[in-house]
């Protein structure tokens, strides 16, 4: 073997041994995603997120928007956070009760958390509908699901639907038991179920392994905040490794549980004002 190979070799296995580091095309889409799920608080005063064509809005059960990226072919569905009256009722029910809405058949022994199955089976038809109409309208573009808190357990439904999604669900908290959080993963082909959390953000651990939750996905953790670089970023050994979040967390001290660490995800979120990128509105 060539000096060369060898070299080139150990330099790929290396970082795997020692730390795992975010691939680029990973970093760049991750940044930009969070500007989307940040997006998603301003809703219908956001008129081209990103430079992108708003589709539609919902604005009542699970929140969000769809939109269409002409320059990178993607169509994004971005699900807002916790902002209204409703959503803090969504977020409070934790029970968990069995995975019955559209896109839970196949899914074995599964429970979920109560308020956001609700808040889901208000919209899921309606959202399905429309990126269906986007899809065949785009046929070669790419389905895109992100958001802030809740997007992951309404991707689920998506990633049943369709095939080849991909997930970037930020600081979300556990959406349902251990049964859920497999089926979640054999939804999304190989590592396309991403769980952005960062630093001591506690509402990734809200819902707790004790109360039977699991999380999901493979967890990206964020060291440095605001702007990290991808070396900021932890690519963790699966999605409830100590080494990251949850071993990281501080129990809330607010009602809410709501710290510093959980608005902030490469910008402020909630404050982006949806311009701020160059306009790709596509021709
Ligand atoms: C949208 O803008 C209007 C007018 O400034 C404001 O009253 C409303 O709260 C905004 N909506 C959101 C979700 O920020
Ligand atoms: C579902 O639960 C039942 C009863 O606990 C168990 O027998 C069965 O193996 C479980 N199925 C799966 C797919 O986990
Ligand atoms: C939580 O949701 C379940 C199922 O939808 C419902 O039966 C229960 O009453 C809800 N609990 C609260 C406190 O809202
Ligand atoms: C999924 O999409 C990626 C690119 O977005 C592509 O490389 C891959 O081949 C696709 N896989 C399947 C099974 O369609
Ligand atoms: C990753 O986690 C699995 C299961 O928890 C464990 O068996 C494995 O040793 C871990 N790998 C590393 C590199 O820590
Ligand atoms: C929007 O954001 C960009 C980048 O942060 C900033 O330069 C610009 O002043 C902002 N515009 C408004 C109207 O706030």
């Given at each position: 073997m060539h000096l060369a190979t060898l070299i080139s070799l150990l330099v790929g296995i290396l970082p795997s041994l020692t730390k795992a580091v975010l691939d680029g095309v990973t970093y760049d889409e991750m940044r930009y995603l969070a500007h989307h799920a940040s997006d998603a608080y301003s809703m219908e005063n956001c008129?081209?997120?990103?430079g992108t064509v708003k589709l539609q809005v919902w604005t009542t059960g699970a929140k969000g928007y769809l939109t269409l990226d002409g320059q990178r072919k993607w169509i994004i569905m971005s699900f807002r956070g916790t902002y209204d009256a409703e959503d803090f009722q969504t977020d409070g029910n934790q029970t968990l009760v069995?995975?019955?809405?559209?896109?839970?058949?196949?899914?074995?022994n599964c429970t979920v958390h109560a308020g956001i199955q609700k808040a889901w089976a208000k919209n899921v038809d309606s959202v399905l509908t429309a990126i269906k109409n986007a899809k065949t309208a785009h046929p070669t573009y790419k389905i895109i699901v992100t958001g802030h808190s809740l997007g992951a357990f309404c991707g689920t439904t998506i990633a049943h639907e369709f095939t080849n999604v991909t997930a970037y669900g930020f600081a979300a908290f556990r959406a349902g038991n251990r049964a859920f959080a497999n089926y979640q993963e054999s939804l999304f082909?190989?590592?396309?179920f991403h769980r952005v959390t960062s630093l001591d953000d506690n509402v990734p651990q809200a819902t707790t392994i004790e109360q039977g939750y699991y999380h999901g996905g493979t967890e990206y953790w964020i060291q440095k905040e605001p702007d990290p670089k991808p070396e900021d970023i932890k690519v963790c050994?699966?999605?409830?490794?100590?080494?990251?979040n949850a071993g990281h967390w501080t129990k809330p001290t607010?009602?809410?549980?709501?710290?510093a660490a959980h608005i902030t995800y490469f910008i402020q979120v909630g404050t982006y004002n949806c311009t701020a990128d160059p306009a790709k509105v596509p021709t």
């Open positions: 008129t081209n997120p990103e069995p995975y019955t809405v559209k896109g839970s058949e196949g899914c074995k082909l190989g590592t396309t050994n699966g999605s409830e490794d100590q080494t990251c607010d009602s809410q549980g709501v710290n």
